[in-house]
């Protein structure tokens, strides 16, 4: 996961922030031990990229994600030639990916252009930008007693 991560930063740039569940893989903030950070959370610390994971048991957080993947599963399924091992997979994968970002257009979007469109042309949130950058959930923070 931290080799794509980084490969995405190389491609793309560092983001001011990401938002993800709270898998292991994530952090390691509600595993229960000492408090330290596992080589991701080490990661974005050392770019200065604000970490923000979803609220425990609150899946809607993360709904785009789950959206997204909900579409891309539906798509896979309704291929004819159904992937026999995982070049094939990838290779489905990607055309799925060049289709939902440069071809189809998104009834969200001003004119309903493709996804590509409106983020090439919309300047990126770098991590000097980020508002908060203490904040670990994406939910406002609660007032302290």
């Not at 000492?34 to 959370?41: L, P, T």
């Not at 998104?106 to 493709?114: D, G, I, K």
């Amino acid at each position: 996961m931290l080799t794509s991560f980084r490969d995405t930063v190389a491609a793309h740039g560092i983001p001011a922030s990401t938002l993800t569940d709270n898998g292991m893989v994530y952090t390691t903030r509600l595993a229960g031990g000492r408090g330290g950070r596992n080589a991701f959370e080490t990661q974005l610390r050392t770019l200065g990229v604000n970490q923000i994971n979803s609220t425990p048991n609150h899946p809607t957080t993360c709904g785009k994600v789950e959206r997204f993947q909900q579409t891309l599963k539906k798509w896979l399924r309704a291929q004819p030639d159904q992937p026999a091992n995982l070049d094939q997979l990838q290779t489905l994968i990607e055309v799925f990916v060049d289709t939902y970002n440069h071809r189809r257009p998104h009834r969200s979007l001003p004119h309903q252009a493709v996804p590509a469109a409106i983020y090439t042309t919309v300047p990126k949130a770098l991590p000097s930008q980020s508002r908060d950058r203490d904040s670990h959930y994406s939910d406002p923070p609660r007032p302290r007693r």
